[in-house]
């Protein structure tokens, strides 16, 4: 349902572009949002996006990553500049909403990201 792409290893202060294309529709969902997981860490929530472009952040996060989102492809982004070794996780793409069989909340296989010199 879900399929992400862009992980990958980067430098200390380096940037990539997370993407997660969704089978279902986006732009319907109640939010699309971005996970992560350290090593040896509980997973936790970096940015959310609504069908009205409300986002939240994580603080750690705010003022580097940017969460977006094109409807027209099923697909969102998670724009991640300034990185930084405690920024290494997996990243993993979920999507929640109500459709016509009731409620889903899907997840993607997740992404790793390694930032290291």
Known sequence: ????????????GGSLRLSCKASRSVSDSDSM????????KERELVASITPADLT????SVKGR???SRDDAENTVFLQM????????????CNQKGIGWSGPYDYWGQGTQVTVSV
């Open 81 to 92: 500049n300034s990185l930084q070794p405690e920024d290494t996780a997996v990243y993993y």
């Open 56 to 59: 939240n952040y994580a603080d």
């Open 65 to 67: 990553f940017a969460i």
């Open 1 to 12: 349902q879900l399929l992400e792409s862009g992980g990958g290893f980067v430098q200390p």
């Open 33 to 40: 949002a971005w996970y992560r997981q350290p090593p040896g």
